[in-house]
T-cell receptor, first 118, second 110 residues
Framework: DVKVTQSSRYLVKRTGEKVFLECVQD?????MFWYRQDPGLGLRLIYF???????EKGDIPEGYSVSREKKERFSLILESASTNQTSMYLCASSQNGLAGAPPTDTQYFGPGTRLTVL | EDQVTQSPEALRLQEGESSSLNCSYTVSGLRGLFWYRQDPGKGPEFLFT???AGEEKEKERLKATLTKKESFLHITAPKPEDSATYLC???????????FGTGTRLKVLA
């Protein structure tokens, strides 16, 4: 079974602090994603990584950065936390399809980190 | 623009009362459509992936179907433990982005 883990289930930080959220997957997936989920807005993509040290901005990258130094680990960094970054943060991973095989784009999610910024 | 709409927003069923959740989508080229179950305060749990119109998949009381414009998640004889939010997402060709619907909140009453 695919397993995606996130470093914290709950986190409380103060405005202006630098916050690190870590995600680890154990299935050798190439692709990793960070989303935030807010009531009424659904899941919104913050950043995507398709390989070590490679990243693409999602729909709402402002105020965030990411790091992927190892294939299994993808970190989300809030450079200076603000109250509007209070949210549920979800990490996901997926595998690239193999040539000649059926596509396999399924994303697998971690348990989430509920971040509160005071 | 790629878009996913789920209906209804919320659904209350009596235990044993079968029903269907709808996911309508507009994409330039569908690579895959995904169903997830999400319990409060937790990450989405993968249920099904569908790749082409006419495809169907089943798991216990759940059955997912796909047409060129929509997908249905059929719940047969639901139990209270099926209460959750069900999310639909699509992945279109030529993009790394997945588009999620806002979900259907299902409540099954004993």
């Amino acid at each position: 079974d695919v397993k995606v883990t996130q470093s914290s289930r709950y986190l409380v930080k103060r405005t202006g602090e630098k916050v690190f959220l870590e995600c680890v997957q154990d299935m050798d997936h190439e692709n990793m994603f960070w989303y935030r989920q807010d009531p009424g807005l659904g899941l919104r993509l913050i950043y995507f990584s398709y390989d070590v040290k490679m990243k693409e901005k999602g729909d709402i990258p402002e105020g965030y950065s990411v790091s992927r130094e190892k294939k299994e680990r993808f970190s989300l960094i809030l450079e200076s936390a603000s109250t509007n970054q209070t949210s549920m943060y979800l990490c996901a991973s997926s595998q690239n399809g193999l040539a000649g095989a059926p596509p396999t784009d399924t994303q697998y999610f971690g348990p989430g980190t509920r971040l509160t910024v005071l | 623009e790629d878009q996913v709409t789920q209906s209804p927003e919320a659904l209350r069923l009596q235990e044993g009362e079968s029903s269907s959740l709808n996911c309508s989508y507009t994409v330039s080229g569908l690579r895959g459509l995904f169903w997830y179950r999400q319990d409060p305060g937790k990450g989405p749990e993968f249920l099904f992936t569908l790749y082409s119109a006419g495809e169907e998949k089943e798991k216990e009381r759940l059955k997912a179907t796909l047409t060129k414009k929509e997908s249905f998640l059929h719940i047969t004889a639901p139990k209270p433990e099926d209460s959750a939010t069900y999310l639909c997402a699509v992945h279109s060709s030529g993009t790394y982005k997945y588009i999620f619907g806002t979900g259907t909140r299902l409540k099954v009453l004993a």
